[in-house]
């Protein structure tokens, strides 16, 4: 179990990170990871947030034992926007 333990303990680094590039700007809640799919509710005040290289979607999509990584819905919610995230978690053949 050690392999589950390094995913989760870097999907929480993920989640640390941003919410130090983005301060107050991004929320997240709802989250879910088993060991065949990751899902999880945020919230944003820019859409730059989620697109601009290197933030919300290019860190989830840097870590190799996710896949079909996508955003099934959005929503403009007064001057945020809500995001759903989901993908996929891959557990054979990926290296640690």
């Known amino acids: 179990l050690a392999w589950w333990w390094d995913r989760l303990s870097r999907i929480l680094n993920v989640f640390s990170k941003l919410q130090q590039l983005g301060w107050s700007n991004i929320r997240f809640?709802?989250?879910?990871?088993?060991?065949?799919?990751?899902?999880?509710?945020?919230?944003?005040?820019?859409?730059?947030?989620?697109?601009?290289?290197?933030?919300?979607?290019?860190?989830?999509?840097?870590?190799?034992?996710?896949?079909?990584?996508?955003?099934?819905?959005?929503?403009?919610?007064?001057?945020?926007?809500?995001?759903?995230l989901a993908a996929k978690v891959l557990l054979k053949n990926v290296s640690n």
Do not use: C, H, R
């Not at 730059?48 to 860190?59: A, Q």
């Not at 840097?62 to 809500?82: C, G, H, M, Q, R």
């Open 29 to 84: 809640s709802d989250f879910s990871l088993d060991y065949e799919s990751l899902s999880l509710q945020w919230t944003v005040s820019d859409l730059k947030l989620v697109y601009w290289k290197g933030w919300v979607i290019d860190m989830f999509n840097d870590l190799e034992f996710l896949s079909d990584i996508t955003i099934p819905n959005y929503k403009k919610a007064e001057d945020w926007f809500n995001f759903s």
